[in-house]
């Protein structure tokens, strides 16, 4: 058995007398019949043996050589540098920066990670970020509404297991939330978002690349929402950000994203990072933590928590939300990620996204029985639909080492190309692929 | 000084390899007219600018951390470690062939279950408020599919975290607040006048945020469930009696836990912690999909009938549960009820140590204990806040300041378990300085901390003209 108690027995002797006590469990004197007669877990085990079990159990699951699976989760390179930073245990260790004097550093990285998220997203403000993408996205809508209108309208493009999520957050707040399918390009359809918008609407939500990574129209739709009246507010992918039109061209009162492609493992799932910017309109009501700039009394650049009025430690019930622990060693890494990469290395990445995504699919839909399912321009994900059964190409691929695409029905693959998957790896896809055709 | 500030035009750290493929350009139309304007700097300036501000940061590892309330526990270095294995970092969430990953989800509900005493777990929470928000979305599916619908007020004292009500509110529920004792236990009187056909559930910490577990516990319930409400326990405190103590055997319905407390997950500067909920079993129908179950071919994924949905896109902060379990496994039963009671023993011995400042924790206190400065403050003008910057003159960090909120000048400590005893020595030697110093010399106080990169900021200015941003 191992522990963490750096106490001898004498040490808990003296400590005991010290307290007129005798024994550790005087220390419990009157919970008595409080307390559970056994409690079924195992012994302690020496870190050396739990060490060798988590090998072992790891080893469960299976490594793929390459992954072309996204569908809100992307396999990125993570350079070495931001790896090595984020595993400092000043930054690691640490609660979230309550003492400013103590806490600058953690405090100017979040402010750091505020300033890139809103260079990024072209917003005037950012906050130091919430659970995930999709909890980002039900903020933005959350912080849009309004008393008079309860419809929210979604775009069919939304992430499926986003819309679940906002479904969850929505449900209490007798919003109504209706949907704007796509049309044959794949985009969010603006007939229909015309059709819908009315004055009971208060926000649109799309996402941009869309789930079956269509590009959108988003400043068209943009458009359209602000003549409504409405609050506008887009889920975006940071790495496209690097490239495509930013949530000020796009008329957005509020970008929210998943920051996970900016550094994060894969880690089956989390802890991903929720970022949410907005307008300077809604500064005040943006959920979570909120660091800024301030002098101390010796006229000293320094860093604070701020705005604090939203939060609950200060609000309790009429706060704008409850959010206290956020996922700000996610912040850190995406910003350090930002810092290594650059302003070169984002676009770099973003850029070769987009082109091995489309060698893929040129290379894919030359092989006979295989074509898109959308003519809409894409970032880095494409639906191919196939004759062939979608099993049979995940089997062949898994067979090979390659994590195939994710099935969106037993025709259908929403494929995801990175700057992970060389020219090689593609071309040795598209001949398995030609053979599970055959 | 920014990373901004140090840019450079043309410079870059990007590691990538060359694009092996035709570059191909996506319509002008989509594109931005201007890039982002991100930092440009070399590898090496990357490097000392965040090894720089990693210096201007306290963690556990750097010194003693006794912030109520936050169980700053040490964090092992094997958990972190195993989370780190490849076999964990690089599979996909959306993958085939990851029985190991669930696996490990598997043994984690059952291990916190047997805990806590309830009959079914859920992960996916990111952190404790988001805990608190899915209990009680799920209490509020529980009345509803009862059709007990006028069930609409949560009631929550006045000594709990602001999370509670914050969270309650997000879930549509009205809130009552209702005093507590002077020992923050519930005022039996008051809660028995609050209670009735409009209660939904009533939100509780035990022990409570004075570090007192409250002995009416039994009562408490029957009052609650007699009403027809559920009984919600926040587990923020469950440090001191981990494995000893079971909420659901004491007339809980439903709890979170923060694993970045009570075991031993690091807390990032300010998360991801991970915020799991139990429940009794007749509430298990309601907790979030997806859930994860043992079949004949393994562990697959489900969605039970009445969930309330999906809480994140995932599953949870996985690579926390890796860590919080890796804590578990190695500590086993033995170490866990070992580690709560020293956690108990350390307040109790630090709160005697510096007995000279009025506690409101009465009697044998739990893991954590509340001072006020309530007197001091009358008699010097030291506040609560100003003690606490001069402890950071001593090389640890201050205790929780001013709360919970019916304390006045409040200060929490939670020594918890991990710290030896010469360090609680040292501390307390440290407080008894700094409390003479405020009989003998207060102004001294104005100034602290002195040993700091910065002194105290305006913080006023901050909130009044606020500049969140880095100007471009």
């Known amino acids: ?438 | 000084m920014t990373i901004f500030e140090k840019s450079v035009e043309g410079r870059t750290a990007c590691p990538l390899s060359h694009c092996d493929v035709k570059e191909y350009k996506i319509s002008s139309s989509f594109l931005r007219e201007n890039a982002p304007k991100l930092p440009q700097v070399d590898e090496l300036t990357a490097i000392r600018h965040y090894t720089e501000l990693s210096k201007k940061a306290f963690g556990v590892d750097d010194g003693f951390y006794p912030l109520g309330s936050c169980t700053m526990k040490y964090n092992p270095k094997l958990n972190e470690k195993v989370a780190q294995l490849e076999g964990f970092m690089n599979i996909h969430p959306l993958q085939d062939e990851v029985q190991g990953a669930m696996k490990l989800m598997n043994i984690l509900e059952k291990r916190l279950c047997a805990i806590t005493g309830m009959d079914a777990f859920t992960l996916q929470p990111a952190a404790g408020a988001h805990g608190e928000f899915t209990a009680m979305l799920m209490i509020r599916a529980y009345h509803t599919s009862r059709n007990d619908l006028q069930r609409d007020k949560v009631i929550v004292p006045d000594s709990a975290h602001g999370t509670n009500p914050a969270s309650a509110n997000m879930a549509g529920f009205e809130i009552v607040n209702i005093p507590s004792t002077p020992d923050g236990c519930v005022d039996m009187e008051k809660l028995k006048e609050a209670v009735g056909e409009d209660t939904a559930a009533l939100m509780l910490t035990n022990p409570n945020t004075l570090g007192i577990f409250d002995k009416n516990i039994a009562e408490i319930a029957d009052i609650v469930h007699q009403a027809g409400g559920l009984l919600y326990y926040d587990g923020a405190n469950l440090n001191p009696i981990m494995g000893i103590i079971r909420p659901g055997d004491t007339g809980f319905d439903l709890v979170h836990l923060n694993l970045h407390k009570t075991f031993s997950t690091p807390h990032g500067g300010g998360g991801p912690g991970s915020g799991p909920v139990g429940c009794k079993k007749f509430l298990e129908d309601f907790l979030p999909a997806p859930r994860i179950r043992e079949t004949e071919d393994g562990f697959e994924f489900f969605k039970s009938e009445n969930s309330i949905g999906r809480m994140m896109t995932f599953y949870g902060n996985f690579a926390v549960l890796i860590k919080a379990l890796c804590y578990i496994e190695t500590l086993g039963r033995e170490g866990l009820r070992k580690s709560a009671k020293i956690s108990v023993l350390n307040a109790n011995y630090l709160r005697k140590k510096i007995e000279f400042l009025p506690s409101y924790t009465k009697g044998l206190c739990m893991h954590e204990f509340v001072v006020s400065l309530e007197e001091l403050k009358d008699k010097t003008g030291v506040a609560a806040m100003d003690f606490a910057k001069g402890m950071i003159d001593y090389g640890m960090h201050p205790p929780t300041m001013y709360f919970p909120l019916i304390v006045k000048e409040a200060l929490m400590f939670e020594p918890t378990e991990t710290e030896s005893k010469e360090t609680l020595d040292r501390a307390a030697w440290a407080i008894k300085e700094l409390y003479e110093l405020a009989l003998r010399s207060p102004e001294d106080f104005h100034n602290m901390p002195l040993s700091t990169p910065i002194t105290r900021p305006d913080e006023v200015k901050a909130a009044r003209t606020p500049e969140l941003i880095a100007e471009e």
């Open chain 1, 1 to 438: 058995m191992f522990n963490y108690i750096p106490h001898t027995e004498k040490d808990i002797s003296d400590m005991l007398a010290e307290l007129n006590l005798s024994s550790l469990e005087e220390l419990y004197s009157g919970l008595r019949s409080f307390q559970a007669q056994d409690i079924p877990i195992p012994e302690g085990k020496s870190q050396q043996l739990v060490d060798k079990e988590f090998n072992n159990l790891s080893k469960e699951n299976k490594l793929y050589n390459s992954i072309f699976l996204g569908a809100g989760a992307y396999n990125h390179y993570i350079p070495a540098a931001v790896k090595s930073l984020a595993s400092r245990q000043e930054f690691l260790t640490a609660y979230t920066p309550y003492q400013p004097e103590i806490s600058q550093g953690i405090l100017q990285v979040i402010f750091e990670f505020q300033s890139m998220i809103a260079r990024l997203t072209g917003m005037d403000v950012a906050n130091a970020s919430v659970y995930d993408g999709s909890t980002a996205l039900a903020d933005a809508i959350l912080m849009l509404s309004e008393r008079k209108k309860n419809k929210v309208l979604l775009s069919r493009g939304i992430d499926p297991k986003t819309i679940e999520v906002l479904k969850t957050y929505l449900s209490p707040q007798n919003i109504e939330i209706d949907f704007i399918d796509l049309n044959l390009s794949g985009q969010t359809c603006l007939k229909s978002l015309n059709k819908k918008l009315d004055e009971n609407v208060f926000a649109v939500a799309i996402s941009q690349p869309n789930f079956y990574g269509i590009i959108e129209r988003a400043d068209q739709i943009g458009e359209k929402v602000k003549q409504s009246g409405s609050g506008f507010a887009i889920k975006a992918n940071p790495i496209s950000l690097a490239l495509l039109k930013d949530g000020r061209e796009c008329f957005a009162d509020a970008v929210a994203g998943e920051g996970q492609p900016l550094g994060m493992s894969l880690s089956f799932g989390g802890p991903y990072l929720g970022f949410l910017a907005s307008t300077k309109k809604y500064m005040r009501k943006l959920v979570g933590r909120i660091v800024g700039k301030t002098e101390d009394i010796n006229g000293k650049e320094s860093y604070v928590l701020t705005l604090q009025a939203r939060e609950q430690h200060i609000r309790r019930e009429k706060a704008s939300s409850s959010i206290c622990s956020n996922q700000a060693h996610c912040a850190l890494t995406a910003t350090l990620y930002m810092a290594v990469m650059g302003e070169k290395g984002m676009k770099e990445v973003a850029s070769q996204c987009v082109s091995k995504a489309h060698y893929l699919a040129k290379e894919i839909t030359k092989i006979d029985g295989y074509e898109l399912k959308y003519k809409g321009e894409f970032f880095n994900e494409f639906v191919i639909k196939s004759k062939t059964k979608v099993d049979d190409i995940i089997k062949a691929c898994k067979q090979n080492g390659i994590l195939a695409g994710y099935k969106l029905s037993e025709d259908e693959i929403l494929w995801c190309v990175t700057e992970m998957n060389d020219k090689k790896e593609m071309d040795f896809l598209v001949q398995i692929l030609k053979e599970v055709g055959r």
